[in-house]
């Protein structure tokens, strides 16, 4: 053999394995090398598969760069964030070629590689709008407020959400049966007309009562069947006066500025204060009295909850509906100065939105006051579940966000997600106590946080639905172990304090959803 060729092929497997060396390293960070198929039994040994590489000649090498299909596999099974795509010029295809071309020169030194892509939780610049290209989902550091910065162990999770495979199937799961919902929304619909009807035609405190529809139905985050409805009886009571429990922020107690003789609520009164427990046991007792007359139905009221604001009743046939029947005073004055600092809604829905929505009246219901360990049952509580329906009903700054002919978000999917997973976690452990104070509120209040935290609709594009839900979750996570929830219309208001929830159900909650967060939510799947 000549001796020339033998040391210029020694020397163009030298320059081979060079180039490779270089390739490798530009490429560390990802699970695999780009030309290895993880179904390659040859990935079991790495380091004698370089070995064996770095003896290939260059033409060789040229035969290990992958095409566009073998790419495509690798990154479909491989880390979510994209790749840089090899192209012709990169430096692996450049150097063997060269070294093909002339063997007994050293090659050229490898071009510098290309910059990478942005991590899958970098946030795109501006307030674009989503579009059918592939974008890395956002995320943000701040939870639960902006000096309480994310877990490093949070941080991490986001390259892989955990259950992001399933969500879109559990959504199917618990969406409502357009005939089921009817048939259910017919029943209430005729049973709370009724009631309605006859408090407004007797002489009675309630004669100017009228309806008005909250909760999760009407807001049309409702999950799993159309079974709970809640319902708000509103009773103007113009030219009253305020005077705040304890400075609580939520609690009050209720005055008249005036107290002509004639005023239908006159009975109600303890001394000057009007008695939100007189008032909803006289409430009570008319709507018991009146289902006896609502005929074909099978009706009962439900037991008194300590500290409940509502009547429930459960309308037992053709199926099971329990319908929250609450009475609410209506205020047209102005909001109470503990809500001055509330709704922080403009960088999400506009400083305009947030005027307007102060503009409604307000609400007071009969929920008393925790007083040692009882009840002050004199007190009215603050109620914005109004507003909070209209949020959800706008809550893209695109006003036509889920919309026909508009971007279609998540926000309302996560919210669904979150309920459900609450909803899951309390069948699970129903016949222990430490999930019993816990309920959808909750979860309403730290999704309002996340979506004012993450204002912008890019940042909620329905392709990022696992994403987005892992940052809920992580959120709430944050809010359990550092006990802390501000109440989204009452900042000083915090819900997951002491003396509302005790610490030991907290770290239980906590527990059992890291536990789900680690593992796929198994829950999601057990009823």
């Known amino acids: ?229 809640d319902v708000m009886f509103k009773l103007e009571v113009p030219r009253i006066q305020l005077e705040e429990y304890r400075n609580s922020g939520a609690y009050y107690f209720v005055k008249f500025k005036r107290n002509p003789k004639g005023n239908p609520l006159s009975q109600f009164l303890e001394g000057e204060i009007l008695s939100a427990s007189k008032m909803l046991s006289k409430f009570r007792k008319i709507i018991k009295e009146e289902i006896k007359n609502i005929e074909d139905a099978d009706i009962i009221v439900e037991r008194k909850k300590r500290g409940s604001p509502a009547v429930t009743l459960l309308i037992r046939k053709p199926e099971a509906i329990s319908v929250d029947i609450i009475l609410a005073l209506e205020s047209k004055s102005s909001w109470p100065a503990s809500t001055q600092e509330g709704m922080p809604i403009n960088n999400w829905l506009g400083a305009k939105v947030k005027t307007n929505l102060r503009r409604q009246p307000f609400y007071l219901v009969p929920k008393h006051a925790k007083e040692g360990n009882g009840f002050q049952e004199e007190t009215w509580r603050l109620s914005f579940s109004h507003i909070e329906k209209d949020i959800l009903g706008n809550h893209g700054e695109d006003k036509k966000c889920c919309e026909k002919g508009g971007m279609k978000c998540c926000r309302k999917d996560c919210l669904k997600l979150m309920k459900y997973l609450l909803e899951q976690l309390k069948k699970k452990f129903e016949n222990r106590r430490e999930l019993d104070k816990f309920c959808s509120y909750h979860v309403k209040t730290a999704f309002f946080h996340v979506c004012t935290r993450d204002p912008d609709d890019s940042q909620w594009c329905s392709k990022d639905l696992e994403f987005r839900f892992d940052d809920c979750v992580a959120y709430f996570l944050q809010c359990l172990r550092t006990e802390q929830l501000g109440h989204y219309f009452i900042p000083r208001v915090n819900l997951f304090s002491q003396d509302q929830i005790d610490k030991t159900s907290k770290e239980f909650l906590s527990k059992q959803i890291e536990y789900e967060r680690n593992n796929g939510f198994p829950v999601f799947d057990e009823f």
């Open 1 to 229: 053999m000549d001796p020339r060729r033998g040391k210029a092929t020694r020397t163009a497997s030298k320059a081979g394995a060079s180039v490779r060396k270089v390739s490798a390293r530009s490429s560390r960070g990802a699970g695999m090398e780009p030309s290895e198929s993880p179904a390659d039994p040859k990935t079991a040994q790495p380091n004698a598969e370089r070995r064996g590489s770095a003896r290939k000649s260059g033409s060789q090498q040229k035969k290990s760069v992958p095409d566009s299909k073998e790419g495509t596999q690798v990154r479909a099974l491989g880390s979510r964030a994209k790749k840089a795509p090899l192209r012709a010029e990169d430096p692996a295809s450049a150097a063997g070629a060269e070294a093909q071309a002339v063997p007994a020169e050293r090659p050229e030194p490898p071009a510098a590689p290309a910059p990478p892509l942005p991590r899958a939780g970098s946030r795109r610049q501006g307030g674009a709008r989503c579009s059918g290209e592939q974008r890395p989902p956002p995320r943000s550091t701040k939870v639960p407020s902006s000096d309480s910065p994310v877990p490093a162990a949070s941080l991490n999770r986001r390259e892989s959400a955990p259950g992001g495979w399933k969500l879109r199937g559990v959504l199917e799961k618990l969406r409502l049966s357009r005939p089921d919902t009817s048939a259910a929304a017919e029943v209430v619909n005729r049973v709370v007309d009724h009631l309605l009807r006859r408090l407004q035609n007797c002489e009675s405190e309630f004669k100017s009562v009228a309806l008005l529809r909250t909760g999760s139905y009407y807001e049309h985050v409702k999950i799993s069947a159309p079974n709970e409805f």
